[in-house]
Nanobody
Framework: QVQLVESGGGLVQPGGSLRLSCAAS????????MGWYRQTPGKSRELVAT??????NYADSVKGRFTISRDYAKNTVLLQMSSLEPEDTAVYYC?????????WGRGTLVTVSS
């Protein structure tokens, strides 16, 4: 069973930057996708970005502003968020998926507001 712990959320002004971190414990392979999703009240959870050994995938709304990276040795995934907009306000969830795994963290709140 893979357990995920997120950190790094908080309040940031529009145009600012924030970095989210997720640490995974348990058996994870390089082909397992690690990534970030986000959810706002009344809406479905949506993809932000994912990464595995085959490459990265970003939602169109964050391309050019967010960067996902992964430390395969430490089983951690980072999400560097820049040029943040109020529309990026959400609870961000870390996920590991693939090959029989689909685990979620508890989420970390990101609020973009002046």
């Amino acid at each position: 069973q893979v357990q995920l712990v997120e950190s790094g959320g908080g309040l940031v002004q529009p145009g600012g930057s924030l970095r989210l971190s997720c640490a995974a414990s348990g058996p994870i392979f390089s082909l397992n996708a690690m990534g970030w999703y986000r959810q706002t009240p009344g809406k479905s959870r949506e993809l932000v970005a994912t990464i595995n050994s085959a490459g990265t995938n970003y939602a169109d709304s964050v391309k050019g502003r967010f960067t996902i990276s992964r430390d395969y040795a430490k089983n951690t995934v980072l999400l560097q968020m820049s040029s943040l907009e109020p529309e990026d306000t959400a609870v961000y969830y870390c996920n590991v998926a693939g090959f029989g795994v689909d685990s979620w963290g508890r989420g970390t709140l990101v609020t973009v507001s002046s």
